[in-house]
């Protein structure tokens, strides 16, 4: 039984239609399309372009692919400057889509590979944001960052690497959870282990805000030079405070700064849960230790953390690991299209019906089965990686998102029963669930 059928997970796109224009024969041919939304292309036969003098043909995408060819190619009104193509154009390549996401993933498609020095500038795509992990570093640190480097744990993400272990506090994994690394010295973790982010996030200063919150709860570096350790060096004003295991004048071990850092990783690789599960059992046994002042200062920090975490996105996740389906409204009748962003590519449409009947079994095994035999998208360069998480943050965190999202947990098992009621409010136009969204002016007061 085909349970979806892909429309353009091929190395090449090409588009659903091919029509010959003719002026002559203009208003015959404008009956045909569809009015409805499109991504399509105009040209000359044989490939040639229609625009300047290099010849360029005409790509963009449209809410209403009748009414926006006969603009273009309808007679012209006399002394107008509008944009004319009418004597310019043989041929119209299109593919109509059912939403904006999908209008602007087969654009960036399409773009791509007919302009491929100067699609950036046409998209106009702006980085995603997100927290870089700095592994390779001797002393690891954080900092923001919108470019995607080399990423070595995404394959041993899903493949060799354990589940997150519980350490001495008792924490474990959560709903984010992804695979834990071994203890092992700098050099060694550099060897083994590439940087990881975290992301992504609406703004810099946002990313910037929150790894600023969350590093108030550890003792981590925050400064961005190569450490030479020197037991005469000052040290700087987060020593002082005692914020800052001092690694640059040996305040620690190394091995005591690379514990500290496995627990920042830890935070966020299950969204805090972490933190919060350790201030619980110190808390806790505190109170059985009769040491009630201990316990309520225990306490005040967790209270403090609740805000932090409760603010931040779904989406925010360790990005190599980061698997989501995407649902919007299809072209086709009867159906929802699927996206998957995964391997930090983004795959799709499949077309899901959700009108068969009889023996086709239930949605969620039906689910299921399209999930499993989803296209494999091959790990992207880095700039593609790049530019395909920017597509998901700029859908993601518009004020007016259309559609809804869905997160597999680190162990890859899907909320299914979310998922068919999504599946159906899609199908219907109904409103998508509301989501708080990490705010970067939001007041957080500093833990003591």
Sequence with gaps: MVLGTALYNTAVFVFAHRLTFSPELDQGLFEELPAAPAVFLLRRSGGEGVLGSAGEPYVSKTANLRRRLERLLGAPAEKSKRLNLRNRVDEIEFTPTGSDFESQFLLYRVLRETFPKTYAARLRLRAAPVIKLHWENDYPRASVTTRLGRVLGREAGRTSASPVEPDQSGTGAGAHSTPSLPSLAPGERRASQGNLYYGPFPSRAAAEKFASDVLDFFKMRRCVEDLNPDPSFPGCVYSEMNMCLAPCFKGCTDAEYQAEVARVQRFFDTAGESLAREFADERDRASADLAFEEAAAIHNRSEKLKPLLAQLPEIVRRVDLLDTLIVQRAAQPGSVALFRFRNLALSGPVMFNIELRGGSGSMESRIEE???????????????????????????????????????????????????????????????????????????????
Excluded: C, H, N
């Excluded at 395909?388 to 809804?404: N, V």
């Design 370 to 448: 399209l999930i499993a035999s989803f296209p494999v998208t091959e790990p992207k360069a880095a700039v593609e990686r790049t530019e395909q998480l920017a597509i998901l943050k700029r859908w993601y965190y518009r004020s007016s998102r259309l559609g809804e999202i869905f997160f597999a947990d680190g162990k890859g098992a899907w909320p299914l029963r979310r998922m068919v009621r999504g599946i159906g409010r899609v199908f219907k136009g109904e409103k998508p669930q509301e989501q708080r969204i990490f705010s970067a002016t939001e007041y957080l007061t500093t833990p003591s």
